[in-house]
């Protein structure tokens, strides 16, 4: 007979077995799992029955938010149908071509053409290895330098954790490649005229035109960014950035990598973050809300120009693939959440509640700890600093961030605790307006408590 599993031997078992993401292998170990046993809507229930509100979407995926049952309806139809096609050997399954169908008729005017990968850096790694064969395919094979930004994220795949410009992601991994280049982040908190939007936007583009003049415009395939930075802290540039930048890499004779893994699907308002300022990229990665979390899936879409000129270069088989690239079930999952989207008012909801977001966050502005509140849609952050007048940070030995991410578990919220002391979010899409309130009245709770710890009070001078 099987031993019956007990709370404490499940603990036990994924700290003697299982490698968790981005985590200190003894860290984790000492701090133990918090094992999640169920989810609906915006809330997760743990093994030991705490019940919390995500005010994170998962890992910035479950849109939709837990437990839709018009998913799950669609997962399992689909696997009793037929679990599994390849998209070798000119093998197809509908989901797969209608999801292609559908959301090419959504993305910005071009991205006619769609490779369905596992996740975002599947999806990263696929556009840098597309890249370089279309510039082999054009004739131009110096062109194999790519350039992104300081603070980015691009995933943990060998080629896109160097475009990604995180130290853990490259301590002890030999990243970044020589290939790699970064310039500064467009962080207007942190930008030295402040959040001067036209100043902003500039400095992007003149460090661009440099870094392109340093490295030979005929040796530069390609400028990577997102138009959001997620995971370097909810880095969100001024209206007009990213217009500024596509009209730049056209000037400069590079490609456009636009990185909407986290705003994509509506978490910035419109599906694509692309979409409100009129840009279509030469190429655009997503993954997350494209299935809500729901079934790993991924998409990389590539403009018409890019493919043709593929297309047109050699007969021979394009030598990139991947056994799951355009999985039944999880294309089952993504047409059923878009129709969620659309027809079942998510994206709505989002717009709607968004106003809710937007009045807390402003509100949380003027409490002590707190130097900037940035946001856009859904996705936010709250950065604090040691002096709001210097804008001074916390010392790292103060470890804010592990502090807050016990006290927002204690206090029954998750959120992003970044160990720069900015605090993330990313509800999903169906969040209430009632429930924004929660969150933030536990947010604030928790800065309220790190606020009379004795050792913040002497950091802050008080």
Known sequence: MTETLTNRSL????????????????????????????????????????????AFAGLWCVNVGYGQDSIVEAAADQMRRLPYATGYFHFASEPAIRLAAEL?????????????????????????RYI??????????????????????????????????LANFHRGFDLPYKWQHHIASPYPYRHPQGHDDAAVIASTISALEA?????????????????????????????GWLKAIREACDRLGILLLVDEVITGFGRTGPLFACEAEGVTPDFMTTAKGLTAGYAPMGALFMADHIYQAIADASPLPVGHGGTYSGHPVSAAVGLE???????????????????????????????PLVGDVRYRGLLGAIELVANKDTKEPFAADLSIGDRLSQMTWDNGVIARCFANAVIGFAPALTCTPDEMDIIFDRVQLCLDQLLDQADIRAAIGQ
């Open 11 to 54: 603990i036990d078992l994924d700290r003697d077995h299982l490698i968790h993401p981005v985590a200190s292998f003894r860290g984790h170990e000492a701090h133990g799992a918090r094992v999640l046993a169920s989810g609906d809507g915006m809330w997760l229930t743990d093994i030991e029955g705490k019940r919390v509100i995500d």
């Open 104 to 128: 090419t008729a959504l993305t910005p005017e071009g991205l006619n053409h769609v490779y369905f990968t596992q996740g975002g850096s599947e999806s990263v790694d696929s556009a840098v």
């Open 132 to 165: 370089v064969h279309y510039f082999n395919a054009i004739g131009k094979p110096d062109k194999k330098e790519f350039i992104a930004l300081e603070w980015g994220y691009h995933g943990s795949s060998a080629m896109g954790a160097g475009l990604t410009a």
């Open 211 to 239: 870094k392109v003049a340093e490295i030979g415009a005929d040796k530069v395939a390609a400028f990577c960014c997102e138009p959001i930075q997620g995971s370097g802290g909810v880095i969100v540039p001024p209206v």
């Open 337 to 367: 959440v878009l129709r969620l989207y659309r027809e079942g008012g998510v994206l709505a909801n989002g717009v709607m509640v968004g106003e809710r977001f937007a009045a807390r966050m402003e509100a949380i502005r003027s409490h």
